[in-house]
């Protein structure tokens, strides 16, 4: 015996599904239970996952099972009670890949600043594909487009774009990917909520822009990608700056280069400075001369290398990305040369600098008003006043007694006792 196809609302209860695929289950309410047949065709449709105390709405039809006389429900449609099946089902996902870390900010790539190749997976003859090459053109013609068509909504729609994404990661040379449609319903958008299209994305080695085109509501692809971009055009202005963006970036970061490398050289020129302020080394006034036209060379050299670069990259701007490179480059090297220069004269400075002798407690007695160095003891009378210098700092005294006969080495002997 059948009776007409029905709705059963209930709670699910003993939910089991057999090797074969099918579902057996109960649904109860506090004063009966009917048992419930899903079979596999049916079950494998169902978006969300159904589980034991889930309220449902179900339809089907009623029959007998005939060797125990039970009443059953074979389903062909189940849904969550209170809310829509594909909604239920996103937010399963969306729970389930978050407890992985799939959404971590920490796992995501940041985009490439200036990449020479992009893939896209989308369908080749829908709108979106239209505004990301236009786009693209506009902004920079030089780029390389790779596409790999795929349907992007209805039944075989997420396997296409997962074979997209994993297709293209796979290719050499590609920098970043573009994965998305134009807008529609949840229905249309479904491909971009299905785990396995998910999984790609999180696995894919080159960075990924999800540019499912819906401003306000997210698909799960959008929490997974490493960028989400509202619509395709968005992701196409997202993934490349324009021509003159760019030079004016390279600019700006030449200039700090340029104000980093003055203000090293002026802090080099201030301890030159500042060393020949020392009345230690005014017997070194043309030694510390040449150290500081040295200094200005460096200075004057780093400048020259700076203007031009930056001549190179004003007539050279389709070559922006190889300039920056090599801009960055001889930066690097030309700093790294000057500060080298710049060690080996310090270096030999300080060979020669008595400095180094009072940094270990040594001092220096001047006489005359400061104006001659005492080199020997003979050279000091008693009653004259001397100033002696210490590696900082320095005071003035009177001799009271001068011995010529005493021996420092007897002064260290008897400190040594």
């Known amino acids: ?41 049916t079950a494998r449709q169902v978006p969300f996952e159904v589980k034991d105390g889930m309220k449902v709405v179900c339809r089907g039809k009623v029959s007998v099972y005939e060797p125990r006389g039970d009443y059953q429900l074979y389903v062909d449609l189940v849904e969550p009670k209170g809310k829509g099946a594909l909604q239920m089902a996103f937010e399963q996902l969306k729970e389930k890949l978050k407890a992985e870390g799939l959404f971590d900010e920490k796992r ?15 369908s080749p ?19 390389h487009v790779v596409i790999y068509p795929a349907r992007v909504q209805g039944e075989g729609a997420a396997a296409e774009i997962v074979e997209g994404i994993d297709a293209l990661g796979a290719r050499p040379g590609i920098d970043v990917l573009i994965v998305g449609r134009g807008g529609g319903s949840i229905e249309d958008l479904w491909a971009f909520n299905e785990e396995p299209v998910a999984r790609a994305i999180a696995r894919s080695p080159v960075p990924v822009i999800s540019a499912v085109g819906h401003e306000v509501d997210f698909t799960i ?3 997974v990608a490493d960028v989400r971009a509202s619509t395709p055009s968005a992701a196409a202005e997202m993934v490349i700056e324009t021509e003159a963006a760019f030079a004016e970036r390279i600019g700006a970061l030449t200039r700090r280069l340029a104000e ?25 006034q043309v030694r510390l001369a040449n150290l500081a036209r040295k200094v200005d060379d460096l200075e004057t050299r780093g400048r020259n290398v700076i203007r031009a670069e930056q001549r190179a990259l004003a007539a050279h701007q389709g070559a922006a990305r190889l300039a920056a490179e090599r801009l960055g480059y001889v930066l690097r090297r030309t700093l790294a040369e000057r500060r ?10 300080d060979a020669l600098s008595p400095l180094a002798v009072l940094k270990k407690g040594y001092t220096l007695v001047w006489k005359e008003g400061g104006l001659r160095l005492a080199r020997r003891i003979e050279e000091v009378e008693a009653g004259e006043t001397v100033e002696v210098s210490f590696f900082k700092g320095e005071f003035r005294a009177r001799v009271e007694s001068v011995d010529r006969k005493k021996l420092l080495e007897s002064r260290f002997l008897k400190e040594g006792s």
């Open 340 to 349: 080298a220069a710049w060690d080996r004269l310090t270096a030999a400075l």
């Open 260 to 284: 980093t490398l003055r203000f090293e050289v002026q802090r080099l020129r201030g301890d030159v400075d500042d060393l020949a302020r020392h009345r230690i080394f005014q017997n070194f």
């Open 1 to 41: 015996m059948a009776l007409p196809r029905v709705w059963v609302e209930g709670e699910v209860s003993g939910y089991k599904r057999a090797a074969s695929g099918h579902v057996f289950f109960s649904l109860k309410d506090e004063k009966s239970v009917i048992k419930a047949v899903m079979w596999q065709s």
């Open 108 to 122: 995501k790539r940041r985009l490439p600043l200036r990449p020479k190749t992009i893939g896209v997976v989308t």
């Open 125 to 143: 003859s829908g709108a979106a594909l239209r505004d990301i090459l236009r786009i693209l053109e506009r902004r920079y013609a030089r780029l």
């Open 221 to 223: 692809a959008d929490f």
